[in-house]
């Protein structure tokens, strides 16, 4: 069946640098490709999303490719800010179907 | 408000006991989705509604699991005799259309089973 696999953390940087969370998944279609981020105290939210591939989402000066080549939807962002620290989900969800997959999660921890 | 609400927020219950789980989405919105997210996991899909109609629910983990959208609107995930592995928080969220928009979540239940 279908599933999304994501870098495991936790994950601490200093502000400023560069963040990449690696993101592949599994599909037997072509799914639309989703990451939600989890900040503390606060629930679930939408980060960004990709529809088909090569698309791109970004948001808040993250960015992630949908490569059909590589199965891949890796999140980056150029300089974290300590208000990035928070838990980041990779997520798949069927175009063809009603099912939704979550990855494990990634936690991030930035330090001044 | 305006977003997902889930009540009650937390549950403690003896095992056996049998429970029920509200999820109020966000007004207008056709698609509903219950998730279980045990500690350190992502969460984990149970089942689906489009409007009234449960479309999905092969996530369901046993026919101890029960979940109804009588109106299209609020829904309720039930779950008789409760046993300690039912222990999570479980998330419902809500999107205006397809399974694919964005997905609205509430903040969830946590359920402890003793």
């Known amino acids: 069946g279908d599933s999304v696999t994501q870098m495991e953390g936790p994950v601490t940087l200093s502000e400023e640098a560069f963040l990449t969370i690696n993101c592949t998944y599994t599909?037997?279609?072509?799914?639309?490709l989703f990451w939600y981020v989890q900040y503390p105290g606060e629930g679930l939210q939408l980060l960004l999303k990709?529809?088909?591939?090569?698309d791109k989402g970004s948001n808040k000066g993250f960015e992630a490719t949908y490569r059909k080549e590589t199965t891949s939807f890796h999140l980056e962002k150029g300089s974290v800010q300590v208000s990035d620290s928070a838990v980041y989900f990779c997520?798949?969800?069927?175009?063809?179907?009603?099912?939704?997959?979550f990855g494990t999660g990634t936690s991030l921890t930035v330090i001044p | 408000g305006a977003g997902v609400s889930q009540s009650p927020r937390y549950k403690v219950a003896k095992r056996g006991q049998d429970v029920a789980l509200r999820c109020d989405p966000i007004?207008?919105?056709?698609?509903l989705f219950w998730y279980q997210q045990a500690l350190g996991q992502g969460p984990e899909f149970l089942t689906y509604?489009?409007?009234?109609?449960?479309?999905?629910k092969s996530g369901l983990p046993s026919d101890r699991f029960f979940a109804e959208r009588p109106e299209g609107s609020v829904s309720t995930l039930k779950i008789q005799r409760t046993q300690q592995e039912d222990s999570a928080v479980y998330l419902c969220?809500?999107?205006?259309?397809?399974?694919?928009?964005?997905?609205?979540f509430g903040p969830g239940t946590r359920l402890t089973v003793l």
């Open positions: 007004s207008g919105h056709v698609s």
């Open positions: 599909a037997t279609g072509y799914p639309s």
């Open positions: 969220a809500s999107s205006l259309r397809r399974s694919t928009d964005t997905q609205y």
């Open positions: 990709a529809t088909k591939a090569d």
């Open positions: 997520a798949l969800g069927e175009n063809t179907g009603n099912q939704f997959y």
């Open positions: 509604f489009q409007n009234e109609a449960q479309l999905d």
